[in-house]
């Protein structure tokens, strides 16, 4: 099975936990059964490896997301990079390229793509499997995947079947609609576009050379910031004509707001929180070292991370979205490729960060021009290299690097530090990236 999971968006919706790096999909709140917590994007690849072992997985995403998904799903996982956001259609086009020219799949072969942060069971990615199978019997260029609704939703786009079968040619496409529309059109036998299909992975590249000019991968690459904004549905699916559409009726939430996320979650906290017998309906996640104490409330939930904290009746959570556009800070907390960093204090002229680096992975080799910085390690060791020279560094030790020297800090065991950065212009572009010889 070829699979290509759609990662975008910011998940503002979702604030304070997600912000432009950090995506609702990389929020660790559900429960293993080891204890620990995985995320959105770690269960659904979870589930895909479980269903089918031998499966092909590609990562749609922009360059933001790409370090999170190194962290959390390791570095064998195939990722398309967009250079930029482009929407759907090109997001698409330039992940089959790659599965093409990058991964070698057959242009005959199917693939399915959905979004990356469903809340699902295992019979969905069965039904994944059945949808490949379907496209690959050639009966249709495109083939949906019809929720079948629980309720008459305004989020969501509808699909009329021409029968109720469960593999059926599609009549047309309704757009979101109010409520009373929505019942309407369930009464006709509807079903939600949840975003899911499949096709011969020959059909989109075709599409794509139709619509852009371009010889192969690479080139996609190198345009694609010249490319218009579309989705994949305005650009192929309703212009489509021979189309069918796969029933599904078992769970699917899509957990884009507070109120359908805590709605999937199996524990009233995660994190330091307490809350006393007179609170009803009432969530906390918090991810601070301080605890969060709530009583007597209803319908409510609470959020604290380094970004802010959110207290909101649950309904209400639904209309965060201007809010948080007018706040205007920076990225408190971020997960990378080799670890991840958190800031705990911001002055006119220094920024001190925790940073965590995972065992066996290392900072880029760099430097900055207007800031100098001090790292003392708190935990762990590791080898230090400043301007060529190396030293091995433990608990306690003091690491310090004036403006302008190329430094790295490479961890053995897990290994932490806090990191003091000082300096009149502090930003996130006061960066060099250099090649370290001999790692």
């Not at 080891?34 to 995403?61: F, L, N």
Request: proline residues 3%; contains cysteine; aromatic residues 8%.
């Amino acid at each position: 099975m070829n699979i290509i999971l759609l990662s975008g968006g910011s998940g503002k919706r979702l604030w304070p936990l997600s912000n432009d790096v950090r995506s609702k999909q990389f929020i660790k709140i559900f429960r293993t059964e080891d204890g620990t917590y995985e995320s959105m994007v770690q269960r659904v690849y979870r589930q895909i490896r479980k269903t089918d072992a031998d499966a092909t997985v590609t990562i749609a995403t922009s360059k933001a997301q790409v370090s999170a998904i190194h962290n959390q799903l390791g570095e064998e996982v195939g990722i398309s990079v967009e250079p930029c956001r482009r929407d759907t259609f090109p997001a698409i086009a330039l992940a089959c390229a790659y599965l093409t020219d990058v991964q070698g799949v057959d242009p005959e072969e199917a693939v399915v793509v959905c979004p990356v942060d469903p809340y699902v069971e295992e019979d969905y990615f069965q039904a994944l499997k059945e949808l490949g199978e379907q496209a690959d019997k050639g009966e249709a260029n495109l083939v949906l995947m019809g929720i079948a609704p629980t309720y008459p939703s305004e989020k969501y786009g509808y699909i009329i079947p021409e029968s109720e079968d469960n593999i059926s040619r599609v009549s047309c496409f309704k757009e979101k609609p109010d409520a009373q529309t929505a019942k309407a059109y369930i009464d006709q036998g509807a079903l939600w576009n949840g975003g899911v299909f499949a096709y011969k992975l020959k059909y989109v590249l075709n599409k794509a050379h139709e619509l852009i000019d371009f010889a192969d991968y690479q080139d996609l690459f190198d345009k694609y910031g010249t490319l218009t904004k579309i989705s994949f549905d305005y650009a192929v699916v309703e212009k489509e004509e021979n189309i069918q559409v796969m029933r599904f009726a078992g769970q699917w939430k899509d957990l884009g707001t507070w109120n359908t996320l805590t709605e999937a979650m199996k524990e009233k906290s995660v994190g330091d929180a307490v809350m006393n017998e007179h609170c009803k309906n009432v969530h906390i996640i918090n991810e601070m070292d301080v605890p969060i104490l709530a009583m007597g409330l209803q319908d409510v939930v609470i959020s604290a991370s380094p970004e802010g904290i959110l207290v909101s009746d649950k309904e209400q959570s639904s209309y965060i979205k201007p809010f948080v556009d007018a706040i205007d800070q920076q990225i408190m907390f971020a997960e990378k490729s080799w670890g991840s960093f958190k800031v705990i204090d911001v002055e006119e002229e220094s920024l001190t960060i925790k940073v965590t680096l995972n065992a066996g992975h290392k900072m880029n080799y760099h430097s900055h021009k207007n800031r100098d910085e001090i790292w003392a390690v708190i935990q762990g060791t590791g080898r230090t290299i400043v301007d060529g020279m190396e030293q091995r560094v433990k608990t306690g030790d003091v690491i310090t690097m004036q403006a302008g020297c190329r430094h790295t800090i490479i961890a053995e065991t897990e290994l932490k530090l806090i990191e003091v950065q000082l300096g009149k212009e502090i930003t996130v572009h006061d960066k060099q990236k250099f090649p370290l010889e001999n790692e």
